[in-house]
C-alpha cells in the first residue's frame, strides 16, 4: 500500500476559500511562501493559488526551479533586494515589490536588457517611522519621480508598504490611507508630466495581521503567509524547543 506523502500545510484549502471571500474581486492574493519548502507550495497551487511571494533571492532560486512544472505562476519578491542581486532577482521574479532607492532603480534598468526579462515593478515606501524597514519617505520619492521616468525599460505599477510593527489598527488603517492618497497623487503627477513608466494601478499593502485594514484602504494585492500556511517553520522549531 502506498503512503500519503506528509502534507505539510493542513488546512490550506479551508484558509484559502476563508479568506477568498473577505477579498473583493480583482483584490490579488499573495501566498508569502518564505520559509515553506517547496512542497507546501505544491499544495498551495493544488488548492488554487497562483501568486507566491518569497523574501531572499538564494531561497527562490533554489524552490523555483522544483516548480517549474506547475503553469501559471506568478512569483513575487517581496524583501529587500541588493543591488548585487539585481541580476538573479530579474531572472526568478514577475514582480518586484521592494523598489526601495534610485540606486536600486537604476541598477533594475541597466541589467533588464542584458537579462532579457522585465518584471513589473513597485515602490516601496515608508510613511511611518520604522528603522527595521527601508523605503522612499514621501519627500524622497517626489524627488526620485522625475529621475526614475527618465529610466528607461522600467514598468512601475505601483506602492508597497509595511505596516511598523506595533502599530494600533488606526495607526496601520491611517497609514494605509495615506499610501493610497500618495499613488493618487504620483499618478495625477505622472499624467500631467506624461511619464508614461509610472503607472500606479496596483498597491502592495496588508498582512495576515493587517490585510482587513488594506482591503478598506483600498489595496490591490494583499501578502499573506501565516493566515495562510501557519506559522513558519523556524518559528514552529523555535516554539517546540
Ligand atoms: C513575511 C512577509 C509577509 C507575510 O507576513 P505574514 O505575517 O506571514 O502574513 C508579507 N510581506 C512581507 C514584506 C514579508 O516579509
Redesign the pocket.
Known sequence: MLSSPISWVVGIPEQFDQIRQQLPTGVRL?A?S?QFPAQAIREAYEAGLRDF?E?RIQEAQAKIPQLADLDGVTWHL??SLQRNKVRPALECFDWI??VDSLELAERISALIPQVGRRPKLLLQVKLAEDPTKSGWSEAELEEALPALAGLSDLDIRGL?A?APFGQSAEETADLFKRVKQLALKIAHRAGLSGWERIRMEELSMG???D?PLAVQAGTTMV???????GS?PLQRRMTNE
Open positions: 499573495i508569502v518564505k511571494g523574501n517581496i524583501g515589490h521592494s508597497m509595511i498582512m495576515s495581521g490585510y501578502r499573506l503567509g501565516q493566515a495562510l500556511f513558519r
